[in-house]
């Protein structure tokens, strides 16, 4: 059972950055890897994905502020959270995906203040 755990998650007032870190049991050469949110009362959402090939895609919500990138020697992802807003509270959760196997972390709470 592959196990991703994030860490990273934290308070930060509108205009801050966070760093979110995911690390992954086993090697991530093989994975399609993404970060998800859900945010109180809403539906969990896609963030920015990091397909096995091809180029990154964001939410146009994000697009500009966040980075995702991997260290495939450590199997880490990591998502670069800048310039947040209030409207990115939410619990972040990493996500591995190969085919039918789909693997998620336990979540890390990210708090915007205004």
């Known amino acids: 059972q592959v196990q991703l755990v994030e860490s990273g998650g934290g308070s930060v007032q509108a205009g801050g950055s966070l760093r979110l870190s995911c690390e992954v049991s086993?090697?991530?050469?093989?994975?399609?890897l993404g970060w998800y949110r859900q945010a109180p009362g809403k539906q969990r959402e896609m963030v920015a994905r990091?397909?096995?090939?091809?180029?990154?895609i964001y939410a146009d919500s994000v697009k500009g502020r966040f980075t995702i990138s991997v260290d495939q020697v450590k199997n880490m992802v990591y998502l670069q959270m800048n310039s947040l807003k209030p409207e990115d509270t939410a619990v972040y959760y990493c996500?591995?995906?190969?085919?039918?196997?789909?693997?998620w972390g336990q979540g890390t709470r990210v708090t915007v203040s205004s």
């Open positions: 990091r397909p096995r090939w091809g180029s990154s």
């Open positions: 996500h591995a995906e190969q085919g039918a196997d789909n693997y």
């Open positions: 086993e090697t991530i050469f093989r994975f399609n």
